[in-house]
């Protein structure tokens, strides 16, 4: 426990006692390199098999619109198998977090993987609902703000903590108003949510990223080194997903 809870000032005092700037500095980016790498190959994941997923589960027609599902699409999203796939990856976020510091490794990266693969079965709905262009623009856009929040917390001097607590508030509030909206099914409010979501998914970005980098200690072993590389993988990747889903809402063209 006390590895992923350790003073972030002492963490920095000590390993500036213990090795050169330059060797500290080195060690940090490859951490934060394994940071993304983890990210990256699960939203690979996460796309490939969203995109399996749908061509397994939807037919189309010669013009190349959805004309119905097969066997299999009726399966996932017309039986009760669908609630299985929509609250598995909450599963799998909830698991990895409680536990991360218990396992090994292998483990939680094997974890986030599968993790991933979940999320790829869940978000191959939206391929039902909005057209392969419009997916494919909200994702690059996503992809680049994403690049430059992220940047902008790792590089910043600025303490990023005191907007962290109104961010975490905002997240709460927008989830209650989230769950309202299943009840209202209003799609002013919606969209509203989607602004909302956009903009605290934004700050969290940039929040994330300077927590991650302070959760680097230059004298931790393999085991610990990578177990925070997968938790913070997994944040950032929550933090992707959730600015995708927004923007795709706001800008996405629906299938006829």
């Known amino acids: 426990m006390s590895d992923f809870d350790r003073n972030v000032s ?3 005092g000590q390993g500036l006692a213990g090795a050169g700037r330059t060797t500290i ?26 995109l399996g997923t749908n061509m397994l589960a939807v037919v189309h027609d010669a013009n190349g619109h959805i004309a119905g599902l097969t066997a ?20 799998f976020v909830l698991f990895i977090s409680l536990r991360i510091e218990q396992m090994a490794a292998s483990t939680a990266r094997t974890l986030f993987f599968a993790f ?22 909200a994702f690059f856009i996503t992809a680049a703000a994403f690049a430059g929040l992220s940047l902008y917390g790792y590089t910043t001097k600025r303490d990023l903590s005191p907007i962290g607590s109104f961010l975490v508030m905002g997240l709460i509030g927008l989830v209650i108003a989230s769950l309202v909206n299943l009840f209202v099914q209003s799609t002013a409010f919606q969209f509203g949510l989607s602004i909302l979501s956009v903009l605290i998914f934004s700050g969290l970005t940039a ?5 991650i980098k302070a959760m680097y200690y230059e004298s931790d072993g393999y ?34």
């Open 10 to 12: 002492a963490r920095w």
């Open 25 to 50: 500095d080195q060690g940090l980016r490859a951490y934060m390199l394994g940071v993304y790498n983890h990210m990256v190959i699960g939203l690979a994941i996460t796309g490939l098999v969203a």
């Open 72 to 91: 299999f699409g009726q399966a996932l999203y017309l039986s009760p198998l669908k609630w299985v796939a929509m609250l598995a990856p909450l599963g």
């Open 116 to 137: 991933a693969a979940t999320m790829g079965l869940s978000l191959s709905t939206l391929l039902l609902v909005y057209t392969g262009t419009s997916v494919a623009r």
């Open 207 to 211: 929040w994330d990223t300077q927590a």
């Open 223 to 256: 085991e610990v080194a990578t177990k925070k590389s997968v938790n913070g993988a997994l944040m950032l990747y929550l933090d992707f997903i959730n600015i995708f889903q927004s923007l795709l809402m706001l800008t996405g063209s629906r299938n006829d």
